[in-house]
DNA sequence: GCGACAG
DNA sequence: ATCTTGTCGC
């Protein structure tokens, strides 16, 4: 039997983190059947048996995400304001302004892919400077399986925020950019949605490619977007086959052709997620999910050089 | 039928 | 996600 027995309890302690409300005994089994995953394919006599786990770790997995999405809101749910150039739109109860911006990514090594360094950054929402860092290297025990990204990286994540909210951090995020999608997601339930509803934050997510739903693919994307009627927009609607609207892919930046997609993660309507993005775009990527990319990998690459000098 | 599938 | 190399334009 090649299963990973040893690697058995990271996930049990990722577990309450996750908020996963499925019988924890079974929690192990998920990461298990996740690590099998690659061997389904497999010509092994064994293949039959990881299929049938990976059968039932889908299945709770699924039903984790069901279960939280019970208590997604997808309405502005917000007491700030949008900062706007036009200056007419004051809505007279709310006061406070969008302040601080949050946004979160996760950068790897090539040599070792488990070890992982995840960055929370803060901006300011209205010079787009980064005012806050917070970082975090760990191993990831569970794999990358699309549609089920938030099992992986939502728990180190989760460490961050809390890591700010225990310090009683002035600088806690009003909002939080996801590089993974919102909605747009198999099950309607993806990475972004799942950290707004266990961090109970507004989550907006944002795909640097499109995760193949309903029919949507990345070509007939980019041809809708470049089509005749289209060329002078800059935002198309993502609907699928059955008609639901998943998100929209937006035309970010005029030098790339590349469109980013937006989908709404928790507690904010698409249409204010939109115009949250368009005011933190300086390039393609909006502006707290860059910085956080960019400072994850030199504080990855800082750290490696020192675990090196230590050896 | 097979392949496509966020990071 | 990760690696590469060059090229173009400000």
Redesign the pocket.
């Known amino acids: 039997m090649i299963l990973p027995f040893e690697k058995m309890e990271a996930p049990s302690r990722c577990a309450d983190r996750i908020g996963l409300s499925i019988p924890l005994p079974l929690i192990p089994n998920l990461t298990l059947l996740m690590n099998g995953w690659c061997f389904c394919c497999s010509k092994d006599l064994q293949s039959l048996l990881v299929f049938i786990l990976v059968l039932l770790t889908s299945y709770l997995a699924c039903r984790a995400q069901d279960l939280l999405k019970g208590k997604l809101i997808v309405e502005d749910d917000f007491t700030w304001i949008i900062p706007s150039h036009d200056s007419s739109s004051l809505e007279g109860f709310k006061t406070e302004k969008l302040k601080y911006i949050g946004g979160v ?6 040599e070792d ?1 488990s070890t992982a360094c995840a960055a929370l950054v803060i901006l300011d929402a209205d010079t787009l400077n980064v005012v806050h860092e917070e970082f975090d290297v760990t191993k990831l025990q569970i ?8 099992f ?2 939502a728990p180190i994540l989760l460490g961050l925020l809390d890591k700010l909210k225990h310090n009683a951090h002035p600088f806690y995020p009003q909002l939080l950019m996801v ?4 909605l ?3 099950r309607g ?4 949605c ?1 950290l707004g509803v266990l961090a109970n934050l507004p989550t907006i ?9 309903d029919g949507l ?2 070509s007939c994307v980019r041809q809708c977007l470049e089509a005749r009627e289209n060329c002078d927009k800059d935002l198309i609607p993502l609907i699928g086959k059955s008609g639901n609207i998943w998100g929209v892919a937006m035309r970010s930046s005029p030098s790339s052709s590349k469109p980013i ?1 937006i989908s709404t993660g928790h507690r904010i309507s698409l249409n204010s997620a939109i115009r949250i993005v368009k005011l933190s775009c300086k390039f393609r990527v909006p502006e707290p999910i860059r910085q956080a ?1 960019i400072k ?2 030199v504080f ?1 690459q800082k750290f490696k050089g020192s675990a090196h000098l230590m050896k």
Not at 105 to 110: C, N, Q, R, V, W
Not at 189 to 192: C, I, K, N, P, T
């Open positions: 990514d996760i950068s790897f090594l090539k892919p794999p990358y399986v699309p549609g089920f990204l938030a992986r990286e590089d993974g999608n919102g747009l997601h198999p339930f993806g990475l972004a799942h997510g944002i795909g640097k490619n499109l995760h193949h739903v693919t990345q997609y990319d994850s990998k990855l």
